[in-house]
């Protein structure tokens, strides 16, 4: 539902292209995975069935998209009101016990992604919200949708999308918001 939510094509398709241009050119996805290979080898046994790197990319992703952890960190550091953030954790805490059973440690692991991306939200909230719009925010959670999509469909095994790639298309979203 929240692919509808987005205004202008334009500007979805323009962060969608930014943002995955500059990422493949880093290769963000590949130093992601390299890096949850690396923890992968140091912490990992003889059980090889879970990769710590999706599990990290997929829970990373999957919990830092949504328009709550946008809302949620602006309201906490604008007015001091976390309810939202608490039900977002507790939707979260749930969803990672049941990731964690098919990903493994790796969603362990994006608790700390986690933290500095809503975290930051929430300390530079005086700073972020003027550029916040609600028209940013819907293009974000259109954004975001489209991104659990392609990690739905990498999880199926439909497809191997780079998604760790697509993601800064929502910071994109946020220049090209007021400038289009």
Not at 6 to 30: A, P, Q, R, Y
Not at 40 to 61: D, I
Not at 147 to 160: D, E, S
Request: a negative charge; charged letters at 10%; aromatic letters at 8%.
């Amino acid at each position: 539902s929240g692919m509808v939510k987005g205004e202008n094509i334009l500007i979805t398709i323009l962060s969608m292209v930014f943002g995955t241009w500059v990422c493949e050119w880093i290769h963000l996805d590949k130093k992601i995975n390299q890096f949850g290979d690396e923890i992968e080898s140091r912490v990992s046994s003889e059980n090889k069935e879970h990769s710590v790197s999706n599990g990290f990319v997929t829970a990373s992703l999957l919990f830092c998209v949504g328009a709550m952890a946008i809302v949620g960190a602006l309201q906490s550091g604008l007015t001091g009101n976390h309810d939202t953030l608490f039900a977002k954790s507790l939707i979260d805490g749930i969803a990672a016990i049941v990731m964690a059973s098919s990903l493994g440690i790796g969603v362990l692991l994006s608790a700390g992604l986690i933290l500095v991306y809503e975290g930051g939200i929430t300390l530079f909230a005086n700073v972020l919200a003027p550029l916040l719009t609600d028209s940013v925010i819907n293009e974000m959670t259109c954004v975001g949708s489209l991104l659990i999509v392609g990690l739905a469909l990498n999880m199926l095994k439909l497809t191997n999308l780079n998604i760790m790639n697509y993601a800064p298309a929502v910071f994109f979203l946020i220049f090209f918001g007021h400038f289009l």
